[in-house]
């Protein structure tokens, strides 16, 4: 399991507002647009240029690729069912975890009951013989009266 960092630091008030008006224009956070950056950034092994729109637009125009950006992938279909597959498989283990945790449960409740019933009290076996003859006494008590 892999924790996430937190990255900081500074700019000047200049350019924070010009990030959250680029932010603001294609609907992100400011987190969003950093956390894509970085990850493009780590997928291409440093190697991003950033380009102005317009220039990119323009070399798009120039070359005969119609790509938009973010490029899009086609995926096999059969990747997608595989996909789907495994992600019912994945629902059906969940129901099969939670179904064997109240079986569990159902069996730890039975145990409590059990263990309770095989408590004996010895105010409830004092109780059960009336008889005095009957009574222990432990140890030697020299009684004085």
Do not use: C, W
């Not at 994945?90 to 945790?101: G, I, S, T, V, Y």
């Not at 008889?131 to 432990?138: G, I, T």
């Amino acid at each position: 399991m892999s924790k996430n960092k937190t990255i900081s630091f500074r700019v000047s008030e200049d350019k924070f507002e010009t990030l959250r008006e680029i932010a603001d224009e294609r609907d992100l956070s400011l987190s969003a647009v950093f956390r894509d950056y970085v990850d493009m950034l780590v997928a291409h092994d440093g190697q991003v240029e950033v380009v102005p729109e317009h220039q990119l637009n323009e070399s798009n125009a120039s070359t005969s690729d119609t790509e938009s950006f973010p490029p899009k992938v086609e995926v096999p279909k059969s990747f997608v069912r595989e996909h789907e597959r495994l992600e019912l498989e994945a629902e059906h283990l969940r129901e099969q975890l939670e179904e064997h945790k109240r079986y569990v449960t159902k069996l730890r409740q039975q145990l409590d009951e059990q263990d309770k019933e095989d408590v004996v009290q010895l105010e409830d076996l004092d109780g059960s013989e009336d008889d005095e003859e009957a009574s222990y006494r432990l140890g030697n008590f020299e009684e004085s009266i």
